[in-house]
């Protein structure tokens, strides 16, 4: 039996992920019926391997970023009338198991943010940059989680609907979270594991500068 409700799809961005892909649309695929993988303009052979896995796929010609590629997956998901959506990572730092975790949650709330138990594997600049911005949102919009950066989260369809984001890059996490105070959405956290397969992955210390103009940007156009 499958741990998901026939209602919940998983979102799944990859940008040459060949190594990881198949093995996390295969295990996500034993536990959910709806599953998408974004091939976001790979040069490898992911959506290929993706595919194997008898998953949804679909493609960008180039590259577009990570927030573009989620949006893509979150649209083709309400228009075939999804109403949970569970956001995952493709090079396997998020584990398949907690997945219907956060479908429960969303019976009682919004959004439902993932957030990384805090241990010395993560990077120290990234423990630094997640608290830095974890704090600014609470000041900027009066959310306050413990990982604002997680990619693994899941909101209702209805939600998705208000805070649908204009972000293609990694924005699109705390351009979500603005968007969801600004329509003060319900919201839960849970802790998840985390598995870093690669330090150097993930936001970037520009991106992090990035993000937190974008969120003073966002705050003074009243979003």
Not at 46 to 55: G, Q, R
Request: glycine fraction near 6%.
């Amino acid at each position: 039996m499958k741990a998901c409700t026939s209602d919940a799809w998983i979102i799944i961005p990859a940008y040459n992920e060949e190594k990881h892909i198949q093995q996390i649309a295969r295990a996500v695929r034993e536990k959910c019926d709806h599953v998408i993988v974004i091939d976001d303009g790979s040069r490898d052979h992911t959506a290929e391997l993706a595919s194997a896995e008898k998953v949804i796929v679909l493609r960008h010609r180039i590259n577009l970023g990570k927030g573009a590629a989620i949006r893509t997956g979150c649209d083709f998901a309400v228009q075939h009338d999804a109403k949970k959506l569970i956001l995952m990572d493709a090079d396997g730092q998020h584990k398949p198991e907690d997945i219907p975790r956060f479908v429960e949650l969303l019976n009682e709330k919004d959004i439902v943010f993932g957030y990384r138990k805090r241990n010395q594997k993560m990077p120290a600049v990234m423990r630094f940059g997640n608290w830095f911005m974890n704090r600014m949102t609470q000041v900027l919009y009066g959310i306050t989680l413990q990982d604002t950066q997680c990619g693994f989260r899941g909101l209702t369809a209805d939600a998705y609907q208000k805070i649908r984001w204009q972000a293609r890059d990694y924005s699109m996490e705390s351009e979500m979270i603005a968007n969801a105070g600004k329509n003060k959405l319900s919201y839960a956290e849970l802790p998840i594991d985390t598995i870093y397969h690669d330090k150097y992955k993930g936001t970037t210390v520009f991106d992090g500068v990035k993000i937190v103009l974008n969120m003073f940007l966002w705050k003074m156009r009243g979003r």
